[in-house]
């Protein structure tokens, strides 16, 4: 019997295994409004991870996309420069939620891992629950920062002084 578990099946070719995946983020149909957010995965040296994979869930969006095979559901993989663009629909004030629930699949990592992302300009952010669950000064590390052009930018740092906030997820 083999001791290979699913955990370890993510393994150091994620972003071939998926390529023929189905690409679910460059048209969004929403009776919502829409952000849409970008950034990049970088390494624990600030290096881009240029074959990782995350995957977006937003909450509460499965009438605002009900047209979409899987509403509220968007995977995208990483460029050269290990960027990402999630759009993402907004069904209801986020009200100190995340906007979205992030997953992240990268060569090296023996399980993938699960964060979140809040907007900075959310006015209940400082009242958010789960906000509240981690440190300070680690906070930021979960706030898309909003730029002139109305879009968001929020980067996924693996490692490092700046590693984003990873959670358990049981």
């Known amino acids: ?3 290979i578990t699913t955990s370890q099946t993510i393994g150091p ?6 390529a023929w995946a189905v690409e679910l983020t460059s048209r969004v149909d929403s009776s919502a409004p829409q952000v849409k957010i970008s950034g990049a995965i970088l390494d624990g040296d600030g290096v881009p991870i240029n074959d990782a994979w995350a995957e977006a869930w937003v909450p509460g969006s499965v009438a605002a996309e009900a047209s979409h095979a899987i509403p509220g559901y968007r995977r995208v993989p ?6 990402f663009t999630f759009s993402l629909s907004l ?9 979205a629930y992030v997953t992240v699949f990268a060569r090296g990592l023996i399980k993938h891992q699960f964060t979140a992302i809040f907007l900075e300009d959310d006015p209940a952010l400082a009242q958010s ?19 002139p052009d109305g879009s968001y930018q929020w980067d996924i740092h693996m490692q490092g002084a700046r590693e984003t906030v990873f959670f358990d997820y049981t």
């Open 129 to 147: 629950a789960l906000l509240e669950q981690v440190p300070a000064n680690r906070r930021d590390t979960l706030i898309a920062r909003k730029q």
């Open 78 to 83: 990483t460029n050269e420069e290990g960027g």
């Open 13 to 18: 070719f994620p972003h071939e295994a998926w």
């Open 1 to 3: 019997m083999s001791n």
């Open 91 to 99: 069904p209801q004030a986020p009200a100190g939620k995340p906007v």
